[in-house]
């Protein structure tokens, strides 16, 4: 009659033990589970995303800046870098030779102007000023100013798709205008993951998607033109260390396209030199 009652005392742990363990299976197999049904909050989904959103480059080559030019755009059409700088009573906009950063023409700006970012269509060349509200217009041969155009946002960036002007205000959006009436014909706003990227700075148009410099900052977004979605985020940072005088930069603020090579011309305020890089999808 004991030995019985003894087995029966030795079974409680034993079941208590196996059932611990079942337990502890199935709440492993229902985390398991729950983690694999909602891919956007699965480990390492997260990582996936920022891999995917940067993109490489590889520097080609190294020219010549004004140190003192606080550059607030810049655009390359035919051989030849057109440049706004800003600062009251030193905004201006140059012609100059890339290779060797020789300013070829230059127009100045009235004092009270704070010249900020330009683009090209055809032989017209669009600056804008940020807060008087009024942007100038000269013709691309020789810089002489020939008209001017008023908008109600601060004026930031500056570029174009061939047929509308793109311009930021410092906010998350880029709005889209007429270069003939300069009425706002499309508010974008630019997302990244689903948060807004406000500081919208320095633009220029490239195949289809919008390149956006973040002020205060060495990145550049890739935007789509019609969601608003960032879809790659350049990082830069790298070429400071490669300044001359890297103590007297600024942050980035040049971004001009080379089609007839597929790499962009980079530099920013108060930069030593502007450099030509490679970027990974940039290729035409």
Known sequence: MRKPRGKRKNLVPSL???LCFSLFLLSSCSETQNSGSNPDKAPGSAEKRTSKSQDSFTVLNSFP???TAFTQGLVYRDGFLYESTGLYGKSSLRKTNPATGKVLAKTDLPRE????GLTIIGESIYQLTWKSGQGFIYGRENLKHKGSFAYSMEGWGLTDDGTQLIMSDGTEKLYFLSPESFEVAKVLRVKE???PVPRLNELEYVDGKIYCNIWHSDDIVVVDPESGMVEKRIKLGQLRE???LVNEAGVL????WKSSSGTFLITG???????????GSASP
């Open 193 to 195: 993951n689903g948060a």
């Open 16 to 18: 208590l033990v196996f």
């Open 65 to 67: 800046h004004d140190p």
């Open 269 to 279: 305020k108060n930069w030593s030199e502007v450099f030509e890089i490679k970027v």
């Open 253 to 256: 603020n040049g971004i001009a």
């Open 242 to 244: 490669k300044l001359s």
């Open 113 to 116: 102007f704070f010249g900020e």
